[in-house]
């Protein structure tokens, strides 16, 4: 499966982002879909991660409440909203798609090429 995310920016403390990854070559709704983050100098960290059907949703402790995972399988899609942003969520964002569930980046086998959110304080 090939996985393009878009929607990222510049937004100022405090606003709101959704990012997009959209799927082609197979269908998302036999995958696992993953949020993941990477602020310059830092490792790949785990954002969000959300199950086949939707029924199931994971979230880092630094986004939880904040942050929202949503796939509509239909379109062949998932989402990221992104509310109360903070400078720390600085980083490029990747979607990845897993056939398994789990929150760690082994477990994720397809990965989108990234998208950049930029908040500023």
């Known amino acids: 499966v090939q996985l393009q995310a878009s929607g990222g920016g510049l937004v100022q403390t405090g606003g709101s982002l959704r990012l997009s990854c959209a799927a082609s070559?197979?269908?998302?709704?036999?995958?696992?879909m993953g949020w993941f983050r990477q602020a310059p100098g830092k490792e790949r960290e785990f954002v969000a991660a959300i199950g086949r059907s939707g029924g199931m949703t994971f979230y880092a402790a630094s986004v939880e409440g904040r942050f929202t995972v949503s796939r509509d399988n239909a379109k062949n899609t998932v989402y990221l909203q992104m509310n109360s942003l903070k400078p720390e969520d600085t980083a490029v964002y990747y979607c990845?798609?897993?056939?398994?569930?789990?929150?760690?980046?082994?477990?994720?086998?397809?990965w989108g090429q990234g998208t950049l959110v930029t908040v500023s304080s």
């Open positions: 070559g197979q269908a998302i709704s036999v995958y696992h």
């Open positions: 990845a798609a897993a056939p398994t569930v789990g929150v760690v980046v082994k477990n994720f086998d397809s």
